[in-house]
């Protein structure tokens, strides 16, 4: 599982509130992304990050912003959460010779 | 802009048969292809990648092609059991810099006892 971790599992908050997800990482892989996972889209990429301080945007970034002060560490902050950020949130580190992605097992992020 | 197609959506087969998975993808700039597993509320497990140089890959009942220049690639599964049922997916990612790794949608596998 390369040593991902994710937390929290389960979060069921309300509409306006910040929430933040944490993905942490034991094997110092430089490269970090964060994912949502919906019926009908597949999995699509929020950000992602390769290095310290170093993130850019991916597909569906609006909403969403990240950081990482350290290389276990890439948090995904959503400033004011909407019902529409309802999902299933991944983290994934890559190795980077081969870029071979490995998934944490995932939070089920609700917001009624 | 690269998309990926997994067909069919979903598969029921009986125990024991060899099957074919199918991936196609629009843009044939790819770095690599990796194909994922994951069970139901779970996360992805890597199953293979295939970099853009190589023609298919193996790792036990799995064999994976790559046919680059058609944008199709093909998952075999040998002899299947009821522990393979789970959604299969692929993923590509491009061979410019920083671009994300791309997903199908996955095809929902039943293998019946």
């Known amino acids: 599982d390369a040593g991902i971790t994710q937390s929290p599992r389960h979060k069921v908050t309300e509409t306006g509130t910040p929430v933040t997800l944490r993905c942490h990482q034991t094997?110092?892989?430089?490269?970090m992304y964060w994912y949502r996972q919906d019926p009908g889209h597949g999995l699509r990429l929020i950000h992602y990050?390769?290095?310290?301080?170093?993130?850019d945007k991916g597909e569906v970034s609006d909403g969403y912003s990240v950081s990482r002060s350290k290389t276990e560490d890439f948090l995904l902050t959503l400033e004011s959460a909407t019902s529409s950020q309802t999902s299933v949130y991944f983290c994934?580190?890559?190795?980077?010779?081969?870029?071979?992605?490995?998934f944490g097992p995932g939070t089920r992020l609700t917001v009624l | 802009k690269q998309e990926v197609t997994q067909i069919p959506a979903a598969l029921s087969v009986p125990e024991g048969e060899n099957l074919v998975l199918n991936c196609s993808f629009t843009?044939?700039?790819?770095?690599?292809l990796q194909w994922f597993r994951q069970d139901p509320g779970k996360g992805l497990t890597s199953l293979l990648l295939?970099?853009?140089?190589?023609r298919e890959q193996t790792s036990g009942r799995l064999n994976a092609s790559l046919d680059k220049s058609s944008g199709r690639s093909t998952l075999y599964i040998a002899a299947s059991q009821p522990g393979d049922s789970a959604t299969y997916l692929c993923?590509?990612?491009?061979?410019?810099?920083?671009?994300?790794?791309?997903f199908g949608k996955g095809t929902r596998l039943s293998v019946i006892a």
């Open positions: 990050s390769y290095g310290v301080k170093d993130t």
């Open positions: 094997e110092n892989h430089r490269y």
């Open positions: 993923a590509v990612l491009g061979n410019s810099g920083n671009t994300p790794l791309v």
């Open positions: 295939i970099q853009s140089s190589q």
């Open positions: 843009d044939s700039a790819i770095y690599n």
């Open positions: 994934a580190i890559s190795l980077e010779y081969t870029d071979t992605q490995y």
